[in-house]
């Protein structure tokens, strides 16, 4: 079944620790997107990759960074965690785009983070 | 630029109860919309969608959109509502013409009472 994963889903960790979230999508979508989520709070874009290679920064500065080697693979990381980066982190791909735009984005279970 | 308004911070309804959550969008143009719906821990499922044509537009779990051009809403719609429709519910709005890229409102949180 077509499916988009994410590991961990919760991490603790101490500050300055480098860290990797792992996002992997089996639907076979060109683009993906990473989004920080605090609580009660809308959704802020902080990256997106229209395919491999592609990388971009969104619309909320963030310190991490991202790779797209693979189609189905797009890992976030944090060289120097802190505090301030205690979040959660939603992955999505998108696919089955009406034209120009439109996709529908489909999201991943999330990782918690928390930074002490 | 284009963005999207949520109203309504919490709403509680019996079960049982009808159910309309509001939104509304600012973009020149007709856009397209989402309302995904998010439980505690989980990450966001899609609902519904619109893109053009029908203006109702009908989803799962018994959820129905309408888009009104002439009021800029995608108002979400459930005539009973199930203690198990209790989640976060968040709408969003993409540009035609973008790259995917989609804008958020802030959420709208369904308490459902017995």
């Known amino acids: 079944e077509a499916d988009i994963y994410q590991t961990p889903r919760y991490l603790v960790i101490g500050t300055g620790k480098k860290i990797t979230l792992e996002c992997s999508q089996t639907?076979?979508?060109?683009?993906m997107y990473w989004y920080q989520q605090d609580p009660g709070m809308e959704l802020h874009l902080i990256h997106y990759s229209y395919g491999v290679n592609s990388t971009e920064k969104g619309d909320l500065s963030s310190e991490s960074t991202v790779s797209r080697i693979r189609t189905e693979h797009f890992p976030l990381t944090l060289e120097s965690a802190r505090p301030s980066h205690t979040s959660q982190y939603l992955c999505?791909?998108?696919?089955?785009?009406?034209?120009?735009?439109?996709?529908?984005?489909?999201f991943g279970p999330g990782t918690r983070l928390l930074v002490l | 630029a284009q963005s999207v308004t949520q109203p309504d911070i919490h709403i509680t309804v019996s079960e049982g109860a009808s159910l309309e959550l509001r939104c509304n969008y600012s973009y020149g143009a007709t856009p397209y919309l989402f309302w995904y719906v998010q439980s505690p821990g989980q990450g966001l499922q899609l609902l519904l969608k619109?893109?053009?044509?029908?203006?109702l537009v009908q989803g799962i779990k018994g959820f129905e959109a309408e888009f009104k051009r002439s009021q800029s809403s995608f108002n979400l719609r459930k005539p009973s509502v199930h203690w198990s429709d209790a989640a976060e519910y968040f709408c969003?709005?993409?540009?035609?013409?973008?790259?995917?890229?989609?804008?958020f409102g802030k959420g709208t949180k369904l308490s459902v009472k017995p």
């Open positions: 619109y893109f053009s044509g029908d203006t």
């Open positions: 969003a709005v993409g540009a035609r013409g973008s790259q995917g890229n989609l804008i």
């Open positions: 639907m076979g979508h060109d683009k």
């Open positions: 999505a791909s998108g696919g089955g785009g009406a034209g120009f735009g439109g996709e529908t984005q489909y």
